[in-house]
């Protein structure tokens, strides 16, 4: 108890503001951290959140995550360290995760924790109480999943809750093809009933253009900053900086999430939001309620995933799963893939028919 207090009363304090992820080092200004450190500072951003490690191993970029971590440090930014987590090596997670904090040296750590999870609160429980048991309570942990969790009722959620100090939920409404006000509402109400105050979200937007998703309005991204500081959180992220183009970082420049004197029109919003999301949360824990008193129907097995990993084509991926060719692979999978299906890129969960 007294560590779940703890955390939620610093919940806001290393991830507060803006931060932008970095997936590849080297697609980034070169992996030139005066050049990137410069851009960052230049769009108002507090850090980057730099990937670390996927899985138990070290991922490559180039150059060891403790330089890069100094690196950024040294031109006035600071560094999150960010992994791929898949569960099936709880001790090994922990222990890359654990040595991004100690020897690399982050200022925080995002566990990216996504399918691979669901049905899996052991996996879960290992890997966060290794952490949180190593890095001590005061350390800022932060997992960042599913937006809507409505939708993901196995995952985990309270156990990652027990020991993180926020979520990071990745809301990109482009990729939903929703509102930016409907897509963080839902977030929002349903993290708030998994046990997520507003200032313990710290919601991920995806600045990004792939296949048939294309780049969100600038207007939308100003508008998901000014929504999330209204609603009470107290720093949001951007999904990626390599993926990001002259267009996106001037709307980032332009986005305000820093705390302002609140206008009459804004308290009345947010007075009005409050209200709104009172009674949706109510709601949606009376239709918990009920679905926790009813025997659940029998149902289809859930669809198996595939993560890519560097270096997978669709034949491939198919062989290893037994399928008879690739191209039953890439029909299930067309709309996340797009018209080429010789184009798959590392981090895609694929479906498996």
């Not at 955390?7 to 697609?27: C, P, S, T, Y």
């Not at 993180?164 to 929002?188: E, H, I, K, M």
């Not at 299930?332 to 981090?347: C, F, L, M, Q, W």
């Amino acid at each position: 108890m007294e560590i779940a207090n703890r955390l939620q009363h610093d919940a806001g304090e290393m991830l507060a503001g803006k931060w932008v992820w970095i997936w590849n080092w080297q697609r980034c200004e070169g992996g030139d951290a005066s050049r990137l450190a410069a851009r960052l500072r230049a769009a108002g951003c507090a850090g980057a959140l730099v990937k670390a490690f996927d899985g138990p191993r070290w991922f490559d970029q180039g150059l060891a995550w403790r330089e890069i971590a100094a690196q950024l440090k040294a031109h006035g930014v600071a560094a999150g360290g960010w992994g791929y987590c898949y569960g099936n090596d709880p001790a090994g997670e922990a222990q890359r995760a654990i040595e991004t904090a100690q020897y690399g040296q982050a200022d925080l750590l995002v566990l990216d924790v996504e399918a691979e999870f669901k049905g899996n609160p052991r996996a879960a429980d290992a890997l966060c109480g290794t952490i949180r048991g190593t890095l001590g309570p005061e350390y800022s942990l932060y997992f960042s999943s599913f937006a809507i969790a409505r939708y993901h009722r196995a995952f985990p959620f309270g156990i990652f809750g027990r020991y993180c100090t926020g979520a990071v939920p990745q809301v990109y409404w482009n990729a939903f093809r929703w509102p930016v006000d409907q897509s963080l509402d839902w977030a929002y109400e349903d993290y708030a009933a998994v046990g997520f105050a507003p200032d313990r979200v710290f919601p991920a937007g995806g600045l990004y253009r792939e296949g048939i998703v294309g780049y969100p309005y600038p207007d939308e991204v100003r508008e998901f900053a000014q929504r999330t500081r209204v609603t009470g959180s107290r720093g949001v992220s951007f999904w990626s900086y390599e993926h990001m183009n002259e267009e996106m970082w001037e709307a980032v420049r332009s986005a305000t999430v820093e705390e302002e004197g609140m206008s009459s029109a804004e308290f009345d919003q947010l007075n009005a939001s409050a209200s709104q999301l009172a009674g949706r949360v109510g709601q949606l824990e009376a239709e918990v309620a009920a679905i926790r008193s009813t025997p659940p129907p029998t149902a289809a097995p859930p669809p198996r995933t595939y993560t890519v990993q560097p270096g997978d084509t669709l034949s491939g991926i198919a062989a290893s799963f037994g399928l008879d060719g690739w191209q039953r692979l890439y029909e299930v999978n067309a709309g996340a893939i797009g018209d080429d299906p010789n184009r798959i890129y590392p981090g895609q969960v694929l479906v498996i028919p």
